[in-house]
């Protein structure tokens, strides 16, 4: 499984569109990256997952770069419910399912 | 609401007690995973069962064991329980075994060990 670097912690103010750029230089070619967000005393929530390229949903966008080597989170105007913990993750989806979570990001964002 | 139900949400129980956590899986979901979260250590994976088969093995401790029921619902029993294994346990399902489509949470059993 490909480690993963990210931020351990960043702060925003309500209304600004963040970016969390999540390293991993070992990616593998079958790795795909996926990121949850967990709120205090709650399980982890799926948020979006990509190979390539560029993926956006109704949450949150993933912008992925040619080498894959990092990946970025792009929140657009948050605000205050969205501080919380943002893992980014990275596996070969035939590696048995189990996902690995690191330290994550914790964004706060203030008024 | 998730889709993924745990049981209890609370335990409270004393050192060297054994204790049951109990997971229903989202409707369709055939794989259920287990996690353990702690203060400083972070979201451990433990188990993961597959239609009621052992697919995966994390950093679960042999006082620790999971089994998957045929109607997919999961338990994770606890034993020689010490002040360590306080923590948030969480449990996760998905629609294969191999997670291809996002895990969903259930929002956790916390436990306390005194």
């Known amino acids: 499984l490909a480690k993963t670097t990210q931020p351990i912690s960043m702060d925003s103010y309500e209304g600004q569109e963040v970016n969390i750029t999540c390293s991993h230089n070992n990616i593998a070619t079958n790795d795909y990256i996926t990121w949850y967000q967990q709120f205090p005393s709650q399980g982890p929530r799926f948020i979006i997952q990509?190979?390539?390229t560029k993926v956006t949903n109704e949450v949150a966008s993933l912008f992925i770069p040619a080498d894959r080597k990092s990946s970025t989170l792009s929140l657009p105007r948050v605000s205050l419910s969205d501080t919380a913990v943002y893992y980014c993750?990275?596996?070969?989806?035939?590696?048995?399912?189990?996902?690995?979570f690191g330290q994550g990001t914790e964004l706060s964002v203030k008024p | 609401d998730s889709g993924v139900t745990q049981t209890p949400k609370h335990l409270i129980t004393a050192t060297g007690q054994r204790v049951t956590l109990r997971c229903s899986p989202r409707?369709?979901?055939?794989?259920v995973y287990w996690y353990q979260q702690s203060l400083d250590q972070g979201l451990q994976f433990l188990i993961q069962y597959y239609n009621g088969e052992e697919r995966a093995k994390g950093n679960i401790l042999e006082r620790f064991s999971a089994q998957q029921f045929p109607d997919l619902h999961s338990e994770l029993n606890l034993s020689s329980l010490e002040l360590g294994d306080s923590a948030l346990y969480f449990c996760a399902s998905s629609v294969g075994q191999l997670g291809s489509y996002g895990y969903t949470f259930g929002s956790g059993t916390r436990l306390t060990v005194v």
């Open positions: 990509g190979y390539k």
């Open positions: 993750l990275v596996g070969d989806n035939n590696q048995g399912g189990k996902l690995i």
């Open positions: 409707s369709g979901d055939l794989s």
